[in-house]
């Protein structure tokens, strides 16, 4: 008896049925998909899995419409649109001639110059330069330093419309996505340069959480601070010369802790804590097991729970009342995982005991619960007012007091 054969078609659904089976058992097999840096430690409940970064602005906010008229400063201070149409501002310097230099992150990718004189209109002179975030002038260079390198920019001013190639300083820094926005000062002859932490939360290598300096042709790279989860604003102490320096806390252990702090340094390779410690008196749930606070820097003030400080700078000008001289200005950016969102900008005062007054200065950022803007940086000009850089809206604002 000859065999029963199925029909063609029943055979091909078979068949189908089995190729089907073999891929949902091989994806069954695989791997999850590794969670991305700034999701490491969240919780699995809806509400937080709905939060992810707020994502940056394509285009600038159009000058009509920025939020200038809606800030609240103190009493006899002004705030007006310096420049608009700057996408992506981050840091500010400002060379010799006068030009201002303004960074970019996510969108940007560039660096921009801006004459102080004039229509202020934003002009690209670096483009495509991925993470293009930390910037410093000094005599006549602008550095540059990215995720991967630091480079110089010689007699930068004289040639707007051409930098050319720069000088590589320094081609081993880490890369990778998650706290690759650097930040840099001049201090002392020295380049300051952080690394952040790779992660939301975990045990960091030599080369990241750290603050560090090199000479400037990028020889004689040290330690200044560990233990440093993710700066984005220092400055140095006109009065002491010490490094003050905002950084910003873990996600994810609740919507209002840790916060983020305000810290100094006052001697070489501190550790300020992070991964073990956060805020100066919470030890970590999965790092802080036979650790101790005590063991680590404290900060010396608090700023706010997921504020997302960035920017920092002494005012060092003559402009403003005598009691903001010497203080330091503070960008709370604004925090991307909490229901409840503010942002401003801070002013903190050194107790000359290692701590810190802190009081909001500019506040109107924030309406209904949604941002209009989200300040960065700070510069202070030659005539004693300052500049700060919003990168939600794109735009700079200026700060003077006495209708100046």
Known sequence: MAPIRAPRAFRAHAAFAALLCAAVTAWAQQPPAEEPGWAKGRPKSEAATRMAPVPAFPIPTAPDQLPTSKFKLPPGFKVETWAS?????????????????????????????????????????????????????????????????????????????????????????????????????????????????????CEPDDAHARIFRMNPDGSGIETVARGVRNTVGFDFDPKTGNLWFTDNGRDWLSEDLPNDELNVVTKADQHFGYPYCHQGNILDSEFGWGKSCNDYQKPAALLGPHA?????????????????????????????????????????????????????????????????????????????????????????????????
């Open 85 to 201: 149409g700057v996408l992506d501002a981050r840091e500010l310097r400002q060379g010799t001639k006068g030009t201002v230099f303004v960074s970019t992150l996510f969108v940007g990718n560039k660096v921009y110059a801006i004459a102080e004189k004039g229509d202020r209109k934003p002009k690209t002179i670096i483009d495509k330069t991925e993470f293009a975030t930390g910037i410093e002038f000094d005599k006549g260079s602008l550095y540059l330093a990215t995720h991967k390198q630091i480079v110089r920019y010689d007699g930068i001013e004289d040639k707007l419309d051409n930098p050319g190639a720069p000088v590589l300083l320094n081609d081993k820094l880490p890369g990778g996505q998650d706290h690759s926005w650097r930040y840099l000062r001049m201090h002392g002859g020295k380049l300051y340069y952080a690394v952040g932490a790779p992660c939301n939360l």
């Open 308 to 404: 997302a400080a960035l920017g920092l700078a002494f005012y060092n000008g003559k402009m403003f009342p005598a009691k903001y001289r010497g203080a330091m200005f503070i960008a709370r950016h604004g925090p991307w995982n909490r229901t409840v969102k503010y942002a401003d900008v801070a002013v903190a005062w050194p107790d000359g005991k290692g701590g810190a007054k802190v009081e909001p200065f500019m506040t109107g950022f924030v309406e209904n619960n949604n941002y209009l803007g989200r300040p960065v940086d700070f510069l202070v000009l030659k005539d004693g007012s300052m500049l700060v850089s919003d990168d939600h809206a794109g735009a700079i604002y200026r700060i003077s007091y006495g209708g100046r």
